[in-house]
């Protein structure tokens, strides 16, 4: 056993503490009365996935977590919830009274075999990494490397924008 004041143990209770703010967000996503609380639990789940990117070395990749997923997408959730004009506001309810158990046997299942999966899986070692992560690595590589790929998806996000505006001012017309 590693003691707790090292270096790896202390790395062990921060990744515990990512998993734990994941499951935490999980858990008020799925069970909160209301949508702009499940939008929340969502933001704070995708706030530890981003954590458990950065302590895996990847910074770039917990940076766009939390820009474009945390940010971004549970923003335009709440902007879409809030500017709808609901008919009367509805709670969710669960359908059946054997959802939740059949639920809970369900994940046991399927966590049962998943590690039952990565336990007899014989695992090819880890490849050597190509260059740090760092951000002016990542950037280098998306101007030399990957522009192509980063021009079309600049180009998918500017017909999305431009959808957006066509489709909210047809919206607007009609009021």
């Not at 879409?80 to 008919?87: F, G, R």
């Not at 070692?125 to 522009?147: E, I, P």
């Not at 600049?154 to 047809?170: D, E, K, P």
């Amino acid at each position: 056993m590693t003691p707790l004041l090292s270096v790896e143990g202390l790395a062990g209770v921060v990744f515990l503490g990512f998993v734990l703010i994941i499951i935490l967000g999980a858990l008020v996503a799925t069970h909160a009365a209301t949508l702009i609380r499940a939008v929340t639990g969502l933001a704070l789940c995708l706030v530890g996935v981003a954590g458990v990117y950065y302590f895996l070395g990847s910074p770039f990749l917990a940076l766009m977590q939390l820009l474009i997923y945390a940010g971004a997408v549970c923003v335009a959730i709440v902007f879409a919830v809030m500017l709808a004009e609901p008919q009367g506001v509805k709670k969710f309810k669960r359908m059946h009274p054997l959802a939740g158990p059949g639920a809970v046997a369900a994940g046991t299942l399927m966590a049962w075999g998943l590690a039952a999966l990565a336990f007899k899986t014989s695992w090819p070692k880890a490849a050597t990494r190509l260059n740090t992560g760092a951000l002016d690595d990542v950037g280098r590589s998306m101007m030399t490397t990957f522009v192509v790929s980063f021009e079309l998806i600049s180009l998918i996000l500017l017909v999305a924008i431009i959808g957006t505006l066509v489709l909210g001012r047809r919206g607007r017309s009609k009021a």
